[in-house]
């Protein structure tokens, strides 16, 4: 598509619950980035992929966050067992992967999902 | 590791007055820098990075920033702000082995008075 996709735009849920937060990158992008942006907090890096695969996970919180990527495309980020402090807005970026070209550190973002666990 | 420092919270500029936005990188190399604003509501929007070269760059809506490596600064500029100037403004940087993680700052929210 012409930008970056995230569904859905808000989310509210139960402390305990489970939530999937989706990503649909700019096609032919083949890097994706998730951060998490808290109230009054810059932004957090999660997670980004490379194609399918996660060479940097290091910004995962805990084992309740994981994020995987089918088909050079679409990914999901997903939380289990949600807590109050997991309440903040889920960006999701892509990019062009050019293996050291100045411009694939280019990120478009999408408009981010918000959650809210109450 | 690479990290971002932007010392100023909140601004507020009244319309019309001239505008800097600090930021404060620490990487070992050259890095890549970047300013990106977010609107209300919005998804962040690029205004400007710098790779190499001229370490003067001009971005989107009069926006332009200039690299500093004796400071490591990367301040970002506008002569006269409009009341859709109003945002928060993030400062990023990168390694230069390319598509890694940016690293952002913790934002500038920017306050436009009449």
């Known amino acids: 598509g012409a930008g970056v996709s995230q569904s859905p735009s808000n989310k509210v849920t139960e402390k305990g619950k489970d939530v999937e937060l989706r990503c649909d990158p700019i096609?032919?992008?083949?890097?994706l980035y998730w951060y998490r942006q808290s109230l009054g907090q810059g932004l957090e890096f999660l997670i980004y992929f490379q194609g399918n695969s996660a060479p940097d996970k290091s910004g995962l919180p805990s084992d309740r966050f994981s994020a995987e990527r089918t088909g050079g495309s679409v990914s999901t980020l997903t939380i289990q067992r949600t807590q109050q402090e997991d309440s903040a807005v889920y960006l999701c970026?892509?990019?062009?992967?050019?293996?050291?070209?100045?411009?694939?550190?280019?990120?478009?973002f999408g408009a981010g999902s918000r959650l809210t666990v109450l | 590791a690479q990290s971002v420092t932007q010392p100023d919270i909140h601004i507020t500029v009244s319309e019309g007055a001239s505008l800097e936005l600090r930021c404060n990188y620490s990487y070992g190399a050259t890095p890549y820098l970047f300013w990106y604003v977010q609107s209300p509501g919005q998804g962040l929007q690029l205004l400007l990075k710098?790779?190499?070269?001229?370490?003067l760059v001009q971005g989107i809506k009069g926006f332009e920033a200039e690299f500093k490596r004796s400071q490591s600064s990367f301040n970002l500029r506008k002569p006269s702000v409009h009341w859709s100037d109003a945002a928060e403004y993030f400062c990023a940087v990168a390694s230069n082995f390319g598509n890694e993680k940016l690293t952002f700052g913790t934002g500038t929210r920017l306050t436009i008075i009449p």
């Open positions: 710098y790779f190499s070269g001229d370490t």
């Open positions: 096609s032919g992008h083949t890097a």
């Open positions: 970026a892509s990019s062009l992967m050019t293996g050291g070209w100045a411009g694939a550190n280019v990120l478009t």
